[in-house]
């Protein structure tokens, strides 16, 4: 890995650690306080934490277990990450999954507004945000995040937020035995607004195009985007109507939020390469849809 891309991921693996505060903070500052379920798998391990203190009467006092036992079950999680996702993705997951552990046991829970409708809406935008841009930053919380992005690689009509939906509806079933209902009903309220928000900031579902036009040798350019970015690439020789000078037209196909990454690329081989960007293109076939 060059020096150049390890900058890159590590700045996008620091955010990752800053969206697993995020999420802290929305879940032990709106949801716990008002003894919601946060969905999701974090939401099944809230369960067992409910279970083991109301039924085994084990006292954990002010600290919450639930993080514990998350990064316990990620445990086959990251096995599953490593050999499906290949090795950044597998480092990162970690990185964000022990941060996110680290900052449930130590964000201290306090109920900042008293209004529960209000605490479902406020933690469920924020804890989504944070694992939003975790995706974005093409790494994973854990749990049903990994679950969401081989499901949305397997079927296009996926989305990570779809899967945090469908999978509460069997966790807040569970729920209805150990809680009141209208405590299921303002959990129920969370997730939308949780799987709304990650998918409104995880734009993998946004495809975009772009061209290429360069002047100069392709070949290092071509090599850099491929290896970096892992897309592939159709090109063609053009020549320009109004010099008749010959150029090069690369076309890839991406994600939206890999656009940055695929302007630094270019600008790094050739700063004044001509680079057109069109978003929302509808792809069928054999495209690789990441995170």
């Known amino acids: 890995m060059n020096r150049d891309v390890l900058k890159y991921e590590g700045k996008r693996t620091l955010a990752c ?20 379920y946060s969905g999701g798998l974090m939401g099944f391990c809230q369960v067992i934490r409910t279970i ?17 036992i998350y990064y316990i079950i990620n445990v086959p999680i990251f096995i599953v990450a490593f050999t499906k996702m290949g090795r ?43 694992i939003g841009i975790v995706l974005r930053m093409a790494s994973s919380g854990g749990g ?29 079933g569970i729920c209805l035995f150990l809680s009141d ?28 195009e772009a061209h290429i036009i360069t002047k100069s040798s392709t070949v290092d350019l071509e090599k850099a ?8 690439i159709t090109k063609w020789t053009t020549l ?11 076309y890839i196909t991406l994600s939206k939020y890999e656009v940055s990454r695929l302007k630094a690329v270019i600008h790094k081989y050739d700063p004044n390469a001509f680079v057109v960007i069109n978003e929302g293109v509808s792809i069928d076939g054999n495209f690789l849809k990441k995170l």
């Open 225 to 232: 985007i491929m290896e970096e970015i892992g897309r592939g």
């Open 52 to 68: 083991l203190a109301e039924y085994f009467h084990l006292n954990f006092g002010s600290f919450d277990i639930a993080g514990i």
């Open 181 to 208: 209902v209208e405590i299921v009903v303002y959990s129920v309220i969370f997730a939308a607004a949780h799987s709304m928000a990650i998918d409104k900031v995880h734009i993998q579902n946004i495809n975009v």
């Open 240 to 250: 320009g109507a109004y010099t008749y000078e010959q150029s090069h037209m690369l």
């Open 17 to 36: 650690v800053l969206a697993a505060l995020m999420y802290a903070i929305g879940v032990n500052l709106f949801v716990v306080p008002a003894q919601l």
């Open 144 to 172: 049903l995040d990994v679950v969401g992005v081989l499901l949305t690689k397997w079927r296009k009509d996926f989305s990570v937020g779809k899967v945090y939906l469908l999978m509460n509806l069997t966790l807040y």
């Open 88 to 130: 950044k993705f597998f480092a990162k997951t970690l990185v964000t999954v022990t941060a996110m552990t680290l900052f449930l046991s130590v964000v201290p829970i306090v109920k900042v507004v008293e209004d529960t409708v209000a605490a479902c809406v406020v933690g469920g935008i924020i804890s989504g945000a944070g």
